[in-house]
């Protein structure tokens, strides 16, 4: 009879490790999608999605000066960059952009913006915008990965 009255014990006692098994898979798993969510900054490829953000945001003030994040910013010297991502060169309409950077046909990916900011006058030859440039290509994946993340968002 104890025998008896054991298995039913060891049975829930299984049934209850089965079911914190599954109740840490469900964690892992929503924490995996987290994860996803706060990096993809509209799923960027690499090696801009593991880029170090925090040197891109140093990195940006740089561009400070003369651009904002804000969807309605007043234009600085530079167009807002609100929106950025998959944005056409050269299309907000309160910005006077050069004819270089109206018809350069480019299209704000984290591949046009790495070429961009690497050199801006040999990507759109007579651009406007005065600024050498980042050489070191870490550095480049680190502000289009900020610029992507932080654009996005305010989109
Ligand atoms: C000295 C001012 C200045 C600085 C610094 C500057 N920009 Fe610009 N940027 C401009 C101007 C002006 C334009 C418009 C260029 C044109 O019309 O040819 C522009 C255009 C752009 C565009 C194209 C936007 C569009 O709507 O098509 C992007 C992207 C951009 N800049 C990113 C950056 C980033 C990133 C940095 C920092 C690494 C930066 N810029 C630094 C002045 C600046």
Redesign the pocket.
């Given at each position: 009879m104890q025998r008896g009255a054991a298995v039913p014990g060891i049975v829930s006692l299984r049934r209850r490790l089965f079911l914190v098994g599954m109740g840490a898979l469900a964690i892992a798993a929503a924490a995996g999608t987290q994860d996803a969510a706060a990096e993809s900054g509209a799923s960027l490829p690499e090696p801009y999605a593991s880029a170090d953000l925090r040197r891109g945001r140093i990195?940006?003030l740089?561009?400070v000066?003369?651009?904002d994040l804000e969807p309605s910013g007043i234009a600085k010297?530079?167009?807002s960059?609100a929106g950025?991502p998959g944005?056409p060169?050269?299309?907000?309409a309160a910005f006077a952009?050069?004819t270089?950077?109206r018809e350069s046909g480019l299209t704000?990916t984290a591949g046009t913006?790495d070429a961009?900011?690497e050199r801006p006058s040999a990507v759109?030859a007579g651009?406007?915008?005065?600024?050498a440039g980042?050489a070191a290509p870490a550095d480049r994946a680190a502000?289009v990965r900020y610029?992507f993340e932080e654009s996005a968002k305010a989109r």
């Open positions: 990195l940006f740089q561009c000066a003369c651009h010297v530079g167009p960059l950025l944005r060169a050269g299309s907000v952009y050069s270089a950077m704000w913006l961009f900011i759109v651009t406007t915008m005065v600024f980042i502000m610029v």
